[in-house]
């Protein structure tokens, strides 16, 4: 008898499946996860100007080379390495002895140039008199005028050699022309040195130390700021009209001091593409030194208020930037957002953004766009206080 015989019929089949599902429980939908939790804090609104930060170099207002304007044997030095020195000190002091014996000279040839001027004059008036007499020839006369000429012409020549020889013994001391602070003498007593022009000896350097000028370079997208903001009368300016600075220090905080643009160089350098700004930064303390490396801080922009956000908020999606809110309804919104400077540890939210919203500050990783979410507010809440004040 063929086997297919022996299964039970179709009809059968379907009755026992449905009867054996029957009598099974339903199960149930597994439990959902609760909302993430992020820490959410508004925007910091404060006043704010932009500024640029830039590579300066400190050099000092005036230099000066201390050099001989006489020659002779260098006899004494009056200053010691690194001091300060004030305008009309005696920084050297040169042999006087020949110039003081030169200096008599010179007067005694005034002497004698003037007693000859006198005997003259005397022979000048007795010639006059002897002509009118008809006792003394014209030529004569004429003879005794031109030797009084002659007389006051050596007397005014020897007065002066007199105040050359009077220049030459005060020359002997070398005095400082500018108020500042001196290097250490090139030249010790004992030497001699040069003052004939073109091989003056150089005997030391003196600089000024306050104010100091900073240099610093600029490029045109700066320049064009600037001239964009003075054009509409929106440039940034201290209490004189002009453009303010503050200079720093790395790593030395405490030399941080406001200064102003003194000038702008009238070229822009092909090679570099920038312009060479010097500022004047007062310097009483004298803890800046010139050749130092600094950096000075420009404003580009006016004063106005900003939305500022922690560095922690901000995500990069491909060669965008974005911040996740939270609405309402606590769920998470995704805004693309322009960004400006840091300042500290802050990021200035030029657009995409408005003042009291909740920006999500930790926790950006764990959510997406349009999930529910549970917020707890940050516990550092920032001060009135702006960030770089």
Not at 177 to 206: H, K
Not at 274 to 286: C, F, H, K, T, W
Not at 380 to 388: D, L, M, R
């Amino acid at each position: 008898m063929p086997s297919h015989k022996l299964l039970p019929p179709l009809p059968l089949l379907a009755a026992l499946v449905i009867a054996a599902n029957g009598c099974r429980k339903p199960q149930s939908a597994p439990p959902q996860p609760p909302p993430p939790t992020v820490t959410i804090a508004s925007p910091l609104e404060r006043e704010y100007t932009e500024e640029v930060d830039l590579s300066a170099r400190v050099e000092a207002i005036e230099t000066v080379e201390i050099r001989p304007r006489v020659s002779g044997y260098l006899s004494e030095v009056r200053f010691k390495a690194g001091q300060k020195v004030n305008k009309g000190d005696i920084l050297f002091l040169i042999d006087q002895r020949p110039f003081a014996a030169s200096l008599q000279r010179a007067e005694a040839d005034v002497d004698q140039a003037k007693a000859r001027a006198e005997g003259a004059e005397r022979d000048d008036r007795r010639a006059a008199t002897l002509l009118e007499q008809k006792a003394m020839s014209a030529e004569e006369a004429d003879q005794r005028r031109t030797r009084l000429a002659e007389a006051r012409a050596a007397v005014a020549s020897a007065e002066a050699n007199l105040a050359t020889a009077r220049l030459n013994l005060e020359y002997t001391e070398v005095r400082s022309p500018i108020t500042g602070r001196i290097t250490r003498p090139f030249v010790t007593p004992g030497n001699n040195i040069s003052g004939v022009d073109g091989f003056t000896t150089l005997l030391a350097t003196v600089v000024t130390d306050d104010p100091v000028h900073v240099y610093a370079d600029i490029d045109e997208s700066t320049i064009q700021r600037l001239q964009a903001l003075k054009a509409s009368g929106k440039l940034s300016a201290d209490a004189s009209g002009r453009l303010p600075v503050r200079l720093s220090i790395p790593d030395a905080p405490a030399l941080s001091r406001d200064g102003f643009v003194e000038s702008f160089n009238n070229r822009i350098e092909s090679a570099t593409g920038s312009l060479l700004i010097r500022a004047e930064v007062p310097n009483p303390d004298g803890h800046l030194i010139p050749g130092q490396f600094a950096r000075l801080k420009l404003p580009v922009s006016e004063k106005g208020k900003v939305l500022l956000v922690p560095e922690t908020a901000i995500g990069t999606d491909l060669a965008q930037r974005f911040l996740l809110l939270v609405t309402s309804s606590n769920t998470v919104d995704y805004r693309t957002v322009t960004l400006g400077p840091t300042v500290d540890s802050h990021r200035v939210v030029r657009e995409g953004l408005k003042g009291g919203e909740k920006v999500i500050v930790n926790g950006i990783a764990r959510v997406r766009p349009g999930m529910p979410v549970t917020t707890i507010p940050a516990t550092n809440t920032p001060s009135a206080k702006p960030p770089g004040a």
